[in-house]
């Protein structure tokens, strides 16, 4: 997927891009462009990662004046065939179950997870019309 077929992108910030990298890596998102602080490559100032399901995360590292939201503060649904699959990998990472996975009254399936971070993510079957 190339990044012009997404039309919506997510923003948080994270307190360790490379943990965090490496989670997104293991739910199924790969890095499309990072752009590091020359005085200090461990500060990531834009980065972004996409989702072959069809989104696209833009974050960087906490820094001051950094206009995102606080670190665990974000949340995100993910659309996916194989909600089970996506939500074990999740955890397998190091997510913790916030709600297990259910079949859902109003249809699809569904679960979520609190990233390494504490940001909220949620992964169904269930695709809003």
Do not use: C
Not at 76 to 105: K, N
């Amino acid at each position: 997927m190339e990044t012009k077929d997404i039309k919506h992108w997510q923003s948080m910030s994270f307190r360790d891009v490379e943990v965090m990298g490496a989670w997104l890596a293991a739910i199924g998102f790969r890095e499309h462009a990072v752009h590091r602080d020359e005085a200090d490559p461990s500060v990531v100032v834009h980065g972004e990662w996409v989702w072959d399901g069809g989104a696209g995360l833009m974050a960087g590292s906490v820094r001051e004046g950094a206009p995102v939201t606080a670190p665990g503060a974000s949340s995100a649904y993910l659309v996916t065939d194989d909600p089970d699959a996506l939500f074990d990998a999740a955890v397998a990472a190091g997510a913790s179950v916030e709600r297990p996975m259910v079949d859902q009254d109003y249809g699809g399936r569904g679960g979520s997870v609190r990233d390494p971070e504490g940001n909220h993510w949620s992964f169904g079957s269930y695709q809003p019309a």
